[in-house]
């Protein structure tokens, strides 16, 4: 089975602060994706990164960046630099590698609210 | 924008009633899953049509059924509609034979069933 947590329900920044949405995640598979989308309030999920299990590597996008480590099951997401277009629900979600399916398993989401 | 577009944007429907959802997938695609997502959780995933068979299915009833297209486009049909099935319905297009693709959503539909 697989699971995601969120355990930040709801964090509230001053624009300009940087901050960081926390993942940790179960699986029994040795290889899996890791994704994190970000819904706004339009209802549509927008896809932000996809990671391979096999790449450890941090990656950094814009004012975005990513921290995978395998060995605590963390795929935490930092915005750096908060803007107040960044106000959204952030979700983690993980699917496994290979095999026929394609079913990703999300977590609750966190949701971010940056103030003027 | 993806390019996976679903209809209707809303809509309101009484207990016991049927309801058909639909979904266009993004071009190249040719896989849909479809997720529900309640009020203030993640998506669950639904089931999953791949080349118009399905390929994989969540804990959902039976109730919930679904079918795709030729051109993959998709419907998400529930039968005797119930109070807990009101939600977000997000359908998600990918494909399967490019491993790892990410999935694109459409903006959902928001049902009420009342």
């Known amino acids: 089975a697989q699971k995601v947590t969120q355990a930040q329900t709801e964090i509230s920044v001053v624009e300009k602060e940087d901050v960081t949405l926390d993942c940790v995640y179960e699986t029994r598979d040795t290889t899996y994706y890791l994704f994190w989308y970000k819904q706004p309030p339009s209802g549509e999920l927008v896809f932000l990164i996809r990671r391979n299990s096999f790449d450890e590597q941090n990656e950094i996008s814009g004012r975005y960046s990513w921290n995978f480590q395998k060995s605590t099951s963390s795929f935490n997401f930092t915005i750096t630099a908060s803007q107040v277009v960044d106000s959204a629900v952030y979700f983690c979600?993980?699917?496994?590698?290979?095999?026929?399916?394609?079913?990703?398993?999300f977590g609750k989401g966190t949701l971010l609210t940056v103030n003027p | 924008e993806t390019g996976v577009t679903q209809s209707p944007t809303h809509l309101i429907k009484t207990r016991g009633q049927q309801v058909t959802l639909r979904c266009s997938s993004q071009s190249g695609h040719n896989t849909v899953s479809w997720y529900q997502q309640a009020l203030g959780q993640g998506p669950q995933f639904i089931f999953q049509y791949y080349r118009e068979e399905e390929n994989g299915r969540g804990n959902f009833p039976p109730r919930f059924s679904g079918l795709q297209f030729p051109n993959y486009s998709s419907e998400l049909n529930v039968n005797a509609l119930e109070l807990d099935d009101s939600a977000l319905y997000l359908c998600?297009?990918?494909?399967?034979?490019?491993?790892?693709?990410?999935?694109?959503f459409g903006q959902g539909t928001r049902l009420t069933v009342v």
């Open positions: 998600a297009s990918s494909s399967l034979d490019r491993e790892g693709t990410e999935a694109f």
């Open positions: 979600a993980l699917t496994p590698h290979g095999g026929s399916n394609y079913k990703l398993t």
